[in-house]
């Protein structure tokens, strides 16, 4: 059986903008995708319905200390695609008026009257951060004609690990993003998974399992295919990954 991490995230149904702590809990304004992307209309903004703040209740402190480390390593890696990905520059540009807003409200940045009177409501959704359970997804992807069926192992093509201290552990695998209700059947993009591990050896072997998963992805027919389309995704993932020296 596969290692169960201690906390885990994915950006395959959303994208964090940023995050603020509040003693227990960690606020986070999310924009949620549409199929596979961030839906865009043709005023060139974001839907105000596709964002909202997610309210991340932890049991103690013990734990919220851990989380908001995996909540850096994603924002981390979210700062690093809007560097190397236009339309992830984009998205965060076009969120600014809502980050304004949501310091305003959770990091209780100073403002003026009016700005604080002008501050673009959203929406908020709690979600309770247990260990050993994974979280629950607010918002899902719509239907997509570029789905690919994949039976019998999970696409992921590379994984990369980081510890930060004697225990603690990330796990980064790129995989292909799930659709939601529909077994066996991915998008043709990746996404990024984190796990976090507060045991060196039960990180090692959740790495060593999907070392194996990727080996047994590359023997699928459409392997070759995919990986081709994935080329740019996969190349990022490399540069990150190398940057921050991670051992894969």
């Not at 606020?27 to 974001?46: H, K, P, S, T």
């Not at 995996?70 to 979210?78: P, Q, S």
């Not at 992921?156 to 225990?167: G, R």
């Amino acid at each position: 059986m596969k290692p169960q991490p201690l906390f885990s995230m994915t950006t395959a149904y959303k994208r964090m903008i940023d995050f603020h702590r509040v003693d227990n809990n960690i606020y986070a304004l999310m924009i949620y995708m549409v199929g596979d992307g961030v839906e865009i209309n043709g005023l060139n903004q974001v839907f105000d319905y596709l964002r909202g703040v997610e309210k991340y209740v932890f049991p103690n402190t013990k734990y919220c200390d851990l989380g908001a480390g995996l909540f850096d390593k994603v924002m981390d890696y979210e700062n690093f695609l809007c560097q190397e990905n236009v339309y992830n520059e984009k998205v965060r540009a076009l969120s600014q008026a809502w980050i304004e807003s949501f310091d305003i409200t959770y990091k209780k940045t100073k403002a003026s009257w009016w700005k604080r009177l002008t501050a673009k409501k959203i929406e908020e959704q709690s979600v309770v951060m247990q260990p050993y359970e994974k979280h629950h997804v607010w918002k899902v992807p719509t239907n997509s004609t570029d789905l690919v069926g994949i039976e019998n192992v999970r696409p992921v093509f590379k994984s990369a690990y980081q510890q930060t201290s004697k225990d603690v552990g990330y796990v980064y695998e790129l995989e292909l993003i799930k659709a939601i209700n529909l077994p066996n059947v991915y998008f043709a993009r990746p996404c990024i998974n984190i796990s976090l591990f507060n045991n060196a050896d039960t990180a090692n072997q959740y790495l060593a399992q999907s070392v194996i998963e990727q080996q047994e992805f590359a023997k699928h027919k459409e392997y070759q295919e995919l990986q081709d389309k994935c080329i740019p995704a996969i190349m990022r993932f490399d540069m990150f990954t190398n940057s921050k020296n991670m051992s894969r």
